[in-house]
């Protein structure tokens, strides 16, 4: 299984992630009930669908979410008090030592503790009360593709499950992935203008953070690129002083809250001579543009995941990297 | 005032903070007393010292502490519920209107509220129950050096305040911000590895989180090198990758729980031939060395603040920029 077979198996997977998990979605509403807010730990990849969550749960579900630093329950073993919290773990393997220490601990605090994992028997899937089986298969490639849009659709599927809402509102998601992995043939063609540069940012709002995290990790991890993200808000507070002509700049402007401000960004950063490459839904500026399927603002980035995805697969092969063979990295970290 | 005078200026700015929040620290515990959990409000330097504070009141106070993503309250209009939080913001000017507005939510929310601030008198220092004045006096420079490590001081106070402890665990920290001013002139001679480079990597873990994020930012906003900052434990999960030959990479590894972690990790970047820069308070590896007064670990961040601040400043110089006048930012960034 190479990535690029990874990719296009999204929206067998996107289909059993919500069949599987179902029956478990009937407990979770009882699990979270007397949790006034939110912690999660996560690293990588998972971390990015972490901050997925944060939006989902914050803007849909009005729960406050906060990341946790692993490294409270690591190396500093000073773990919080996490009192009145719901504790979710998210991570493909289930096996990083220091993030099964935080779902641990929450179960000796006595707290209600939930995995988000493609192993269910693994370290983390037996700490946790309830588990939500990526069904991902096994993900051979180093960079993870089909088990971030999975723990992506789960998060949308447990907020469902947290507002009482039927799986039905997720109804549309299988068949927009498919057009989703066909309209990111197109992502190939738009890399030329990346070939050799050394750096640049990706930038987004809102439900796409995620988006633009894992947009700049796949590129970290197979182009070499040093890809920094950033928030468009926070973007405006100094970094964007790094755009000169000719910058390298991937920008998510779609539809919904935050298109306006996306698009006026994009069309500041053309007018400062920037070179941007953006994935819309809609109507969006861009010196090259990636097309994604129109769907609800808060599933657009289920949807954008193999856009960026082809993005990062293609600039590799473009500058002569095997994107299967990725240097210096492993599948699993272990991390204490 | 031009940069360098504000940072000679930081060990009277923290004997300030100290001194003029005394009497404020007597109710921070009462405010604090239903709070179950912490969630703050911040954007760019203020960020980091948020980060900081997630450390600090985490392994010290055993606070769960969350940092917020404005978003929801600014432009997705959908705030999350803040029900058992204390709700801090942070913020120089006190003016960013997304900011304020989370402040704004938590009293309509009828949750306690604390904000940080150099302008008790703006709108966030007006909204908030208790304000803790950074007293820094204006701040000039576009780049924020004393109101940062103003911030910090602060949240060092404030976890004081939590454990009902004395002012006088920090007796010796005016002291020591004094040595690590003339410390810092060191920094000077060690940027010469970074004069042509555009982009760098910068690791750390535990407290100096906050230094890690703040020294990439400073980096960003004066050299534009794109300056990456990673957590040591994330960035083994991907992005080592882009380490090669010639690499630049800054790294903080201070005594402490996480040293050994540290230093393993500068010395496996110097086998893979990366050029390595080094802050520390004992011994480290490093291509070059910058080195900070030896205070308690969780004060560490506090006393490295001169010398990232100075090592940005003299690379600016070094690759013929301005420091006093970084191009295309402005002092007030106001985010909706």
Known sequence: MTMLDEISEQPDVVARVLDTNRTA???????????????????GTSDNAARYAQYVWGARNRMSVGLTAPSLFGPLDSPPSLVDALVVGISQSGESPDLVE???????????????????????GEQAEIVIDLCAGTEKAVAATKTYTSELTAVALLSLAFADEGIEGLDGLTDAMARAVDDADAATDTVTG?????????????FHQA????WALKLQELTYLLAQPFSAADFLHGPVAVVEAGFPVLAVATEGATHDQMTGLVSDMMGRGAHVVTITDG????????????????LSPIVAAPALQRFAHALA???????DSPRGLSKVTRTR
């Not at 601990?105 to 192993?119: D, M, S, V, W, Y």
């Not at 500026?285 to 129109?294: E, F, N, T, W």
Request: charged share 20%; hydrophobic share 45%.
């Open 25 to 43: 979605m009937g407990r979770v509403g009882e699990l979270a009930a007397d949790a006034t807010h939110v912690v999660i730990a996560a690293r």
């Open 102 to 124: 935080v779902v641990a601990e929450a179960n000796r605090q006595g707290r209600p503790t939930l995995a988000i994992t493609n192993h269910p028997d693994s370290p983390m």
């Open 194 to 206: 990346l070939t050799d540069a050394d750096r640049c940012v990706v930038v987004g709002r809102g």
């Open 211 to 214: 988006t633009i995290f894992e």
């Open 283 to 298: 109507d969006a500026p861009g010196s090259a543009v990636i097309p994604i399927p129109p769907v609800e603002p808060w």
């Open 317 to 323: 092969v473009a500058r002569g990297h095997d994107p």
